[in-house]
């Protein structure tokens, strides 16, 4: 199984400002992706990050609101932007080594808060 | 898209005793059917997962069972123990939702010393 590190774990934000996620991973692996749970919730897909283009967002959010950067195979950022409080969540990077080999791992994730 | 339905969303169980949580899905072409343990403030886990061309898997005291035809799959744990206490994502990947991970809503078990 990979090793995924994020950073920041926590963070506490204004309202309008933006914060970016880091997901680092040990080895490298085909697919990357991010989640948000909320406060008791399941796990929603934000994106897919592909290395080398643009992310795909699933239905429900968009690329100026949550822009994604993956510039290799061990590394990918999640920024929200412009945030408000009903951004506050948990946001979770998760790898699959290879595609179609289905088992998925996940970072320990990042809890966000907005004031 | 394909979606996954999960019940109970609660479990209270005596320790000891077994614990069963269902999901339905709805596309017969998934083919991959994962389970996720995720302790208070912590990553899921995947505990156990199944594929589509085998009926049921057993790890120690957690076993999966899929039934193809009626379109469901099961997580059972067996002697429970407090340590069990958690919530359980069922999953699956399939074509209709492109191979991504699609997740069930969750339910919380308690084991109760």
């Known amino acids: 199984s990979a090793v995924i590190s994020q950073k920041p774990s926590r963070d506490i934000c204004q309202r309008g400002t933006s914060l970016t996620i880091q997901c680092q991973v040990d080895s490298q692996v085909t697919m990357m992706f991010w989640y948000r749970q909320q406060p008791g919730q399941s796990l929603t897909l934000i994106a897919t990050a592909n290395q080398g283009s643009e992310a795909t967002y699933e239905s429900g959010f968009v690329i100026d609101k949550f822009p994604i950067s993956r510039p290799n195979l061990t590394f990918s950022t999640l920024t929200v932007s412009n945030m408000s409080p009903e951004d506050s969540s948990i946001y979770l990077c998760?790898?699959?080594?290879?595609?179609?080999?289905?088992?998925?791992?996940f970072g320990p994730g990042t809890r966000l808060t907005v004031l | 898209g394909e979606n996954v339905e999960q019940h109970p969303s609660t479990l209270s169980v005596q320790e000891g005793d077994s614990a069963v949580i269902k999901c339905t899905y709805s596309?017969?072409?998934?083919?991959?059917f994962p389970w996720y343990k995720q302790e208070l403030g912590k990553r899921p886990q995947l505990i156990i997962d199944?594929?589509?061309?085998?009926g049921e898997k057993k790890d120690q005291r957690i076993a999966v069972t899929l039934n193809k035809t009626a379109k469901h799959f099961s997580l059972h744990i067996t002697e429970t123990q407090p340590e069990d206490s958690a919530v359980y994502f069922c999953a699956l990947q399939g074509p209709l939702g492109g191979f991504k991970t699609i997740f069930g809503a969750g339910t919380r078990l308690f084991v109760k010393a």
């Open positions: 998760s790898v699959e080594a290879l595609r179609g080999a289905n088992e998925q791992f």
């Open positions: 199944i594929r589509s061309n085998v």
């Open positions: 596309d017969s072409a998934s083919n991959y």
